[in-house]
């Protein structure tokens, strides 16, 4: 994520701290060592949430690459979304589930190290007891909060998950969105009457998280719907090894096809995109011969894959073109513009 500083990293996932983390931390320095102990503990626990996710979803064959911390939560980056219901309810129910093992875990030992008077006195950083006392506070918040039955909570995930089997995805979706944006004007309204400013800034975040997942979703529900063959141009051009920069531009020019499969003898050898022409032209000049800037190594697609698929695979290789098989032999290029017709085509049909 922009803006944030990676920490550390493991299980192979980079654990990323956003600078507004760093903020928070400064406001409460002014509160003296316990507060920023109360930020160390918050760090921490929000970590392992997102991690319990992260590892569950890794189960699935779903690589996380960083988690994002800031100061309203945790965000892990995952490379795809799980597919099956029963998924996306396992990795919601996992981060949740592990505060609830540290609130069992330290229950009875904060209880007789504190006695009974501390552990249920209001949140306060006055007394290191108190401060002590917060793992089990801040556990139980994270658990509550984050099972509310409404998107963008993990409660939400774990009920659409529940209510797909039977009412569909979309429809489980629409629910869970719905009582999203419920929830968000109940935190409004008690943001307002209380003047409490974070409640509001909490209630717009949910508000718009919780739209978003319903927009991805009918976008994910179109972009299924159609194969690479329903929007691959009629004609495009390839390139031979020895073709020459040069040319490679002009027929960038004339065609408006800016990634080329490079053809040797009717097979496919290798693939320019549009990255590498620029980059070429700028360090090597219009003379260089296409086969030696070529990338060998590249991902495809075929033409009955879906649409949903070729997303996936171009956020997992960063990729923004692809060229497109059918019986081993090179049949077109399918670009992520050419996807993000189709997400425009999704998002007007939504409204
Ligand atoms: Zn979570």
């Known amino acids: ?54 590892l569950a ?3 699935f064959g779903i690589k996380v690459r960083e988690i994002t911390l800031l100061p309203i939560g945790g965000v892990a980056a995952m490379s795809k979304m799980p597919e099956k219901p029963s998924q996306e309810l396992f990795i919601s129910l996992a981060g949740p589930l592990s505060n609830i093992a540290v609130i ?14 501390v552990l249920f006195h ?27 039955p409404a998107f963008p909570m993990d409660g939400g995930r774990v009920l659409r998950a529940i ?3 039977w009412l569909g995805y979309q429809r489980a979706t629409r629910i869970a969105v719905n009582f999203g944006h419920v929830f968000a004007l109940a935190f409004a309204y008690f943001g307002i009457t209380r003047f409490n400013i974070i409640l509001i800034v909490i209630a717009v975040f949910i508000y718009m998280a919780a739209s978003n997942e319903e927009l991805q979703v009918d976008i994910k529900e179109t972009l ?13 051009y390839t390139c031979e090894p020895d073709t020459t920069l040069g040319k490679v ?21 290798g693939f320019v995109t549009r990255q590498e022409i620029m980059a070429a032209m700028h360090r090597f000049g219009a003379d260089i011969a296409i086969g030696e800037i070529m990338a060998k190594d590249f991902p495809r697609a075929k033409d009955t894959d879906s649409l949903i698929k070729i997303q996936n695979i171009m ?3 960063s990729a923004r073109a692809l060229p497109v098989m059918r019986d081993g032999l090179v049949v077109g290029v399918v670009t992520i513009e050419d996807i993000g017709r189709i997400y425009a085509m999704a998002s007007q049909g939504a409204r």
């Open 315 to 317: 956020h997992e290789k």
């Open 1 to 54: 994520m922009k803006g944030s500083i990676r920490l550390f990293t493991i299980f192979g996932i980079s654990i990323n701290i956003h600078i507004t983390f760093f903020l928070l931390l400064l406001f409460v320095l002014s509160g003296g060592i316990k507060w920023v102990c109360l930020v160390i503990g918050v760090f921490f626990f929000v970590t392992m949430h997102e991690l319990c996710h992260s």
């Open 163 to 165: 209510l797909a089997s």
């Open 104 to 117: 069992i875990v330290f229950y009875y030992p904060l209880k007789v190290l504190l006695g009974a008077d």
């Open 249 to 269: 531009l002009e027929l960038v020019y004339h065609s408006h096809q800016e990634d080329f499969p490079v053809v040797d003898g009717g097979e496919m050898t």
């Open 224 to 236: 299924k719907k159609f194969k690479v063959r329903d929007i691959l141009p009629r004609d495009f």
């Open 57 to 59: 979803a890794k189960r």
């Open 122 to 148: 209001p949140l306060s950083a006055q007394t290191w007891p108190l401060t002590l006392a917060y793992i089990y506070w801040l556990n139980l918040m994270l658990a509550a909060f984050n099972m509310l």
